[in-house]
């Protein structure tokens, strides 16, 4: 029996594992299980001690077969800080932050793209394309540099200057898209045949979220295998959400992790909130109008799995919370006098935090993780030139700056 293998949600249909299965034909999305008695030959909390510090020390739990083909530049192990000022301040028993931004491409996507770009390296695929608000861009490009594999990354034309620039200095084929995240990703969906992309983006295949589930299996490592009670973490396309639940889920049938599973927060910007929405209304729908808020990765109002992240948030007795643009670099400001820097996403799970203590919801015995997902510094404005930008595909197709 193979290590791993794909499970669909919704009518629990298995099948063997592939390349690029986005949905069951029953329309549900597919889960990646594994065989945990396999698992369970070499895993256990005495053996990774011995092993490297990236977040490949967890191969048992990474849909990859064949060792050579894992693509890794140093990714995961991420520093877990405790802030203990803060703590006496606002009366909470623990409170952390997760740097996610010393991954090697300062940000947490590294994780799901040096999953996705192995896998896609054990298919023998040579071209990947993904649409992102931005970090998620400059993760595959980075990656598919490593690999020889050719990236095409399509981001919404308000894109972060430094970030475009980080894409193209990757070698990446690098486009700004009049829109947002899904209008780039309509593109990808448009060109993939007649391109021979494989399509990387949220969901649409399983390495990014078995990527993103590293996060989960570190944060019980460091915590010495204790679940923290909350995790507030700034939620765009979830598939760290959703990565973290499962890594929760197969660390307690492992027997690794005991207790409840942590009460997961998601922090939106106001003006793109589908899940603050999804939870008030009790079930979730697409924002399809009025965004107005700032170009983060947060900013995604159409998740793929909107469905799957709301029935997570309930599972686990969380919430999502919308805090404003003020707000957020207000936060940012306060998270540097503690001494950590933070993008905008990183500081909206700051002000999200706040607001959950201030109205009791999160209670003065609970332990906390904070996400800083991305570095700062890629949010330091910075003018883009040469890069160009279209409406659709077609328009890409006779762009005359097309690289
Ligand atoms: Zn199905």
């Not at 299965?21 to 005495?46: I, M, P, W």
């Not at 940012?332 to 009791?360: D, M, N, V, Y």
Request: with cysteine.
């Amino acid at each position: 029996m193979e290590r791993f293998h794909l499970v669909c949600r919704a009518c629990r249909k298995s099948r063997k594992f592939q390349l690029a299965l986005e949905r069951c034909s029953c329309g549900g999305s597919f889960v990646v299980e594994y065989d945990l008695e396999q698992v369970q030959n070499t895993l256990s909390k005495e053996s990774l001690l011995e092993r490297p510090s990236t977040m490949w020390r967890y191969w048992e739990l990474l849909p990859v077969r064949d060792s050579s083909n894992i693509v890794s530049l140093g990714e995961g192990w991420t520093p877990l800080v405790r802030l203990h000022r803060a703590e006496k301040a606002l009366s909470v028993a623990k409170l952390w932050v997760k740097r996610e931004e010393q991954n090697p491409t300062g940000s947490f996507k590294s994780r799901g793209f040096s999953a996705a770009v192995s896998i896609a390296k054990e298919y023998g695929v040579s071209k990947v394309a993904v649409n992102s608000n931005g970090n998620a861009a400059s993760a595959l490009a980075a990656y598919a540099a490593y690999a020889g594999m050719e990236a095409y990354v399509f981001v919404p034309q308000d894109c972060p200057g430094l970030i475009v620039e980080e894409c193209v200095g990757y070698g990446a084929h690098t486009v700004l898209v009049y829109g947002l995240i899904h209008d780039a990703g309509k593109i990808i969906q448009d060109g993939k045949a007649e391109q021979g992309w494989h399509h990387v983006g949220t969901l649409k295949e399983p390495g990014r979220a078995e990527g993103k589930k590293t996060m989960g299996l570190e944060l019980a490592e460091q915590l010495a295998w204790k679940l923290p009670d909350v995790i507030v973490y700034p939620t765009g396309g979830g598939s760290g959400v959703i990565g973290m639940w499962n890594a929760f889920r197969q660390l307690k049938e492992l027997g690794m992790a005991h207790g409840d599973l942590p009460r997961f927060v998601s922090v939106q910007e106001a003006g793109c909130q589908p899940l603050v929405d999804a939870v008030q209304a009790g079930r979730f729908a697409e924002q399809n109008s009025d965004v107005t808020s700032a170009p983060t990765g947060m900013r995604v109002p159409n998740p793929p799995d909107g469905d799957w992240l709301l029935s997570i948030l309930r599972e686990t007795n969380g919430t999502a919370v919308a805090v404003s643009g003020e707000e957020i670099r207000n936060a940012s400001i306060h998270l540097g006098k503690l001494g950590i820097s933070s993008s905008p996403e990183g500081a909206a799970t700051w002000a999200g935090f706040c607001r959950l203590r201030e109205q009791g919801w999160i209670r003065p015995h609970d332990e906390v993780v904070l996400f800083n997902t991305s570095h700062a510094m890629k949010y330091m404005h910075w003018p883009v030139k040469n890069v160009p930008i279209v409406k659709n595909y077609a328009d890409w197709v006779t762009h005359p700056r097309r690289m």
